[in-house]
């Protein structure tokens, strides 16, 4: 990875945006790179950085865990259940998801 040193002013946006502005008269441009948000160097010698918005998370709420999987209520007020079985443990994928749906039910 080659290291660049810069002179400028930096400046920080309120919409997640750093601006950098080069006191350097000859300018190299760079590749745009992504490292928890964007980055580009232009051709004026304006370095700028855009990070990404937070992704949303779920916020259910677990009601029953099972031993592959559970049961939760989400958000918007459905019930949602998973149940994950892994081929190499040689089981019935059918009958494990029954037995773990009839006990996250009861």
């Known amino acids: 990875m080659a290291k660049i ?25 760079c590749k745009s790179y992504r490292r928890r948000g964007i980055g580009i160097m232009t051709e004026s010698g304006n370095f700028e950085f855009t990070t990404p918005p937070p992704k949303q998370r779920g916020k259910g709420i677990c009601k029953k865990k099972t031993a592959h999987g559970g049961l939760s209520i989400t958000q918007d007020g459905a019930y949602y259940f998973y149940c994950k079985v892994y081929k190499n443990e040689g089981l019935d994928y059918a009958e494990v998801m029954r037995k773990e749906l009839e006990e996250a039910l009861s």
């Open 5 to 29: 040193n810069l002179k400028g002013v930096g400046t920080v946006h309120e919409d997640n945006k750093f601006e950098f502005k080069s006191k350097c008269k000859k300018v190299v441009s």
